[in-house]
T-cell receptor, first 113, second 114 residues
Framework: KNQVEQSPQSLIILEGKNCTLQ??????????LRWYKQDTGRGPVSLTI?????NTKSNGRYTATLDADTKQSSLHITASQLSDSASYIC????????????FGAGTRLFVKA | NAGVTQTPKFQVLKTGQSMTLQCAQD?????MSWYRQDPGMGLRLIHY???????DQGEVPNGYNVSRSTTEDFPLRLLSAAPSQTSVYFC?????????????FGPGTRLTVT
């Protein structure tokens, strides 16, 4: 069964600290993997997109990695800010042109002052 | 560009009622999709469309209908609402081209069925 599992479920860190969120997937065939940020009450917003051949992608203070052999991805947030408090969702696309999308349940990040 | 818009923002229905959730995008995207988001779960794909006149089922299609008569609009119809359909619904759009990459999401519709 195609699944995307994220850990931890929630995380509390102090402002300025770094953190890493994990994503494991069992999706096949693989098309691409994306990380989204979702603020409370809003739709998800794309952070990074990686295809099979890419193993790292950065977007400002966000850096995503992908190991297609072990089917694992991580999202590293550097020098966290209060505005980073949100849910971070890992999404894997599958099937013809990636039309089938499987979402992880997300990691809820709280950044405290 | 307005991006992806959804209406209404909130809706309360009684069991058995029908309604249509509206979704529109002004980016000329071929691919549009509907998801539901329930507490503690990832977004689940309900239906998707790869262009006007073409729709297909996602992971949880039962109880929902869609049609795509224009590139811009992709309404989601609840035929006979049930309490299990209480959820937050998101519409998204994307270029298709070589594959689905970046998706743009609407602000969501929070639906409660009593």
């Amino acid at each position: 069964k195609n699944q995307v599992e994220q850990s931890p479920q929630s995380l509390i860190i102090l402002e300025g600290k770094n953190c890493t969120l994990q994503c494991n997937y069992t999706v096949s065939p693989f098309s691409n993997l994306r990380w989204y940020k979702q603020d409370t009450g809003r739709g998800p917003v794309s952070l990074t997109i990686m295809t099979f051949s890419e193993n790292t992608k950065s977007n400002g203070r966000y850096t995503a990695t992908l190991d297609a052999d072990t089917k694992q991805s991580s999202l590293h947030i550097t020098a966290s800010q209060l505005s980073d408090s949100a849910s971070y969702i890992c999404v894997v696309s599958s099937g013809q042109k990636g039309f089938k999308t499987i979402f992880g349940a997300g990691t809820r990040l709280f950044v405290k002052a | 560009n307005a991006g992806v818009t959804q209406t209404p923002k909130f809706q309360v229905l009684k069991t058995g009622q029908s309604m249509t959730l509206q979704c529109a995008q002004d980016m000329n995207h071929e691919y549009m999709s509907w998801y539901r988001q329930d507490p503690g779960m990832g977004l689940r794909l309900i239906h998707y469309s790869v262009g006007a006149g073409i729709t297909d089922q996602g992971e949880v299609p039962n109880g929902y209908n869609v049609s795509r008569s224009t590139t811009e609009d992709f309404p989601l119809r609840l035929l006979s609402a049930a309490p299990s359909q209480t959820s937050v619904y998101f519409c998204a759009s994307s270029w298709a081209g070589q594959g689905i990459y970046e998706q743009y999401f609407g602000p969501g519709t929070r639906l409660t069925v009593t």
